[in-house]
């Protein structure tokens, strides 16, 4: 397993030339689904070629740069346990998590990004056992001054990327600051966009400004709230 593990994290070169000199900051990225897990069809879309698209581009816009190091959970089209993907994040400390995905919505009308910060999953009404925001109370106010900066960017129009927090699998158990942007519903009547270089090339630009305010500690965004509340309206 720790093997395999080597073989995935697959550092761009120029950033781990840099490793040797630098603390640099960690940024993972984890390009959903992979291997047998399509994830969302749309013909020809793939969920999981997409994600792996936009990972890999946001990666080529921080080649280069000696302050962050970019890991990506998967580079190929691999199947890669979610408790592999996170182990490869934790490992990864000081840094944060980004998950990629893409959605299905009811309606063809509904698209545009959503950002989602992890909440604690529900048993009964009360917290799990598992006792998730405790365990994430370190990283979670940074997790959602991460989300509020990427919907920011991500918004065309401006305030259009809506934020929430949900239990999600993805997100459970990372260690780091973490979010999941669902960058569009491939069930939408607009998501042929998505095959053209532009739009990713404009996705993981976004991604890579959302990044890069976060690392500047853009305060810009003053509503985000403390850990455990409510996302902003
Ligand atoms: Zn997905």
Request: aromatic fraction near 4%.
């Amino acid at each position: 397993m720790r093997s395999l593990s080597l073989l995935l994290v697959l550092l761009l070169p120029s950033i781990a030339r840099a490793e040797t000199t630098t603390a640099a900051f960690s940024v993972v990225l984890d390009p959903g689904h992979g291997g047998d897990d399509t994830g969302i069809r749309r013909d020809p879309l793939m969920e999981k070629s997409l994600t792996l698209e936009v990972a890999r581009s946001v990666g080529k816009i921080f080649e280069g740069r000696s302050d962050r190091r970019v890991i990506l959970t998967r580079n190929a089209d691999l199947s890669v346990p979610l408790n592999e993907r996170k182990r490869i994040a934790n490992e990864a400390s000081p840094g944060i998590f980004i998950s990629i995905h893409f959605a299905r919505s009811p309606s063809p009308e509904s698209g545009g990004p959503h950002v989602y910060v992890l909440a604690a999953p529900k048993v009964g009404g009360t917290t799990s056992p598992l006792n998730v925001e405790e365990a994430h109370a370190k990283s979670l106010g940074e997790s959602w001054k991460l989300a509020a900066l990427s919907a920011s960017t991500l918004s065309d129009p401006p305030g259009s990327a809506r934020i929430a927090p949900l239990p999600l699998a993805p997100l459970l158990g990372v260690t780091l600051p973490s979010i999941l942007i669902e960058l569009d519903a491939l069930s939408s009547k607009e998501a042929a966009r998505w095959q053209d270089p532009a739009t990713i090339d404009d996705a993981a630009h976004k991604i890579a400004a959302a990044i890069d305010r976060y690392l500047a500690g853009d305060s810009s965004l003053d509503r985000i709230p403390p850990p455990g509340k409510n996302p902003p309206p």
